[in-house]
């Protein structure tokens, strides 16, 4: 394995790759990553059992970075929530037993859901409630499909709102650069409150439509600086470094061509992007050709 | 907020579950009779055993504990785990149901015929909060537990001992995350800094909705590895008078703590750990 503390804050995702989840795991460890964020597919999907998919995230060298993906939670009344608690029930049961320190929930898009942001508020601060025993934090994502909550502002203001220690906000690249929230809004967010950073590039310059935005969201995203977005990355990630978030960067890269191409060769672009963010962007200490910096971080 | 709940006197909003104290903590054990001889020595009398299970009830004036080696080995070892506290509340059934609608786990109920449905939620760890309403009229040990012939179930307190609070043991940067849990899900409150009580006072302190008892909530030391999970650590009993309370405890042959950092004092004392972590906290308190 290559060692590449200088890259540690930086993960990768499994929706980047095809393959089983061991495969997956193996392909990320041998590109130098440390960490790896997780979907609730790779525990549920695996052929002996989820408990068995847990044991081997456990047996890899990689942390957890948080687990995904709690959809449509909030705004449901009667049944319907009481079918989503169940739900968020079992996602919280599957992120603990993985020592996943954070749930990933995205804003609803159901049709069923309640505008009302105090009814959000109030759901949002229960799954945060739930998932408090296990010591889990809620990140809560705004869609940029979202039915009522669509961009980070509008998750933050519910977030504020809810006013629960463990839960704040989860920022996706694709979703601010999409529906074309400036970088600025950032400074009204509290840097202790988001607990993560999921970032991605595509390769158009305007996506208009909500149809288009789900599309390229699920099928065309690339890594950090692999498409046109690179500057505004940029941008991105020096502020959030700025204004003294010290939490994750996790690759969300959802990609058709990335998961029928050979694992080895995604993870390498993947290993460049977060290359590219350490050294040029964020200025991070680079290994020495001798390999000090690679004896050292193996000593620890 | 009064106008808004004028069909609503019964509920108050300070205290929304009707708290009124600890109808009893449970251990858990594989060796009863080694926490019964630790408890016993505390002042606590057997008076009691479950129908069903190998449960047996202790009680000193008006705090029971109940020691159950039916659930198996406890999580960490041999030592004896604090498995559940019973609150006192209004009505269980509305009060576990407040509890689960603002996020709490509703605790799987296994009950055997004719025995009594405590609900309950998952605490800290693999604990548990039951919650009881029938502590005045009649009592719920009446139901589920079978009086030990000759005991005579009244048991006076050794000087005045009396349920304190609670100590927990929570994660790193963990204390903001249960001082929410229970004060949004049970109405506790958090007490400011410079009120503390007893010779440990680390950590935060929230004081029940009825004033009764305590919480403490301690986080590991800074950069001490401590992978021991969070839990309930011990309990603390209240006694209007610590060193006359200690006396009587050292003639009943129960170890106090006595270090230059750590001894008995006016406000408060600490039992020597026994069978590998059961401590007792004694806190000045009339």
């Known amino acids: ?300 | 907020m009064t106008a808004l709940l004028e069909r609503e006197s019964r509920v108050d909003v300070s205290n929304p579950l009707g708290i009124e104290g600890i109808e009893f903590v449970e251990y858990t054990t594989p060796r009863p009779q080694a926490l019964g001889q630790v408890l016993e020595s505390m002042g606590f009398r057997p008076v009691a055993r479950h129908r069903s299970r190998e449960v047996l009830l202790f009680r000193q004036g008006s705090m029971n504990i109940v020691v159950n080696a039916h659930g198996g080995a406890p999580a960490q070892g041999e030592a004896p785990q604090i498995a559940a506290v019973a609150l006192r509340v209004r009505d269980a059934g509305a009060a576990w149901q407040r509890v689960v609608d603002l996020g709490g786990w509703p605790v799987p109920v296994k009950v055997q015929p004719m025995e009594l449905h405590i609900p309950g939620v998952h605490g800290a760890g693999a604990s548990r909060i039951y919650f009881v309403d029938r502590w005045r009229e009649f009592s719920i040990y009446d139901v589920d537990f079978v009086p030990i012939p000759t005991v005579d179930p009244k048991v006076a307190s050794v000087a005045g001992l009396h349920w304190f609070g609670i100590v927990q043991y929570v994660g790193s940067d963990r204390s903001a995350d249960w001082c929410a849990f229970y004060t949004s899900l049970f109405g506790f409150t958090l007490l400011p800094a410079e009120q503390r009580f007893g010779i440990l006072p680390k950590g935060s302190v929230l004081a029940s909705p009825c004033g009764g008892f305590y919480l403490q909530l301690i986080e590991p030391e800074a950069l001490v590895v401590d992978d021991t999970g969070e839990r309930l650590q011990r309990v603390a009993f209240g006694a209007p008078d610590v060193p006359a309370a200690v006396k009587a405890l050292r003639a009943r042959g129960v170890d106090f703590v006595e270090t230059s950092e750590l001894h008995t004092e006016a406000r408060g004392a600490l039992t020597r750990p026994a069978l590998g972590g059961v401590m007792f906290e004694l806190v000045h308190h009339g």
Not at chain 1, 43 to 54: I, N, Q, S, T
Not at chain 1, 193 to 217: G, H
Request: a negative charge; glycine letters at 6%.
């Open chain 1, 1 to 300: 394995m290559r060692s590449a503390e200088y890259i540690a804050d930086f993960g990768m995702d499994t929706i980047s790759l095809a393959g089983p989840l061991a495969a997956k795991l193996r392909a990320i460890e041998d590109a130098g990553f440390s960490q790896v964020m997780l979907a609730a597919r790779d525990l549920v999907g695996h052929p002996e059992g989820w408990r068995a998919a847990v044991a081997e995230v456990k047996s890899s060298s990689l942390r957890v970075t948080g687990f995904q993906v709690l959809r449509d939670f909030e705004g449901l009344s009667d049944h319907l929530h009481d079918y989503k608690v169940d739900i968020a029930r079992s996602m919280i049961e599957m992120c603990a037993a993985l020592g996943s320190p954070v749930l990933l929930a995205c804003s609803s898009t159901s049709r069923h859901a309640s505008n009302d942001e105090a009814v959000i508020a109030r759901d949002l601060r229960k799954l945060a409630m739930m998932a408090l025993p296990y010591g889990i934090k809620v990140a809560f994502e705004g869609l940029s499909w979202g039915r009522h909550i669509n961009d980070l502002v509008g998750a933050w203001r519910v977030v504020e709102r809810a006013d629960a220690p463990n839960l704040g906000v989860g920022v996706d690249s694709f979703h601010s650069f999409a529906t074309r929230t400036p970088t600025e809004v950032l400074q009204d967010v509290d840097p202790e409150k988001i607990f993560l950073v999921q970032l991605a590039d595509f390769m158009w310059q305007e996506i208009r439509t909500v149809e288009e935005r789900i599309e390229t969201a699920r099928h065309f995203r690339v890594f950090p600086g692999e498409g046109v977005h690179s500057d505004e990355l940029r941008g991105l990630v020096i502020e959030l470094d700025r204004m003294g978030y010290r939490g994750d960067y996790s690759f969300e890269v959802f990609n058709d061509d990335y998961t029928q191409i050979p694992l080895p060769v995604v993870c390498e672009r993947a290993r460049r992007s977060a290359a590219w963010l350490a050294e040029d962007v964020l200025h991070r200490a680079v290994p020495l050709p001798d390999g000090t910096r690679l004896r050292m971080s193996t000593a620890r």
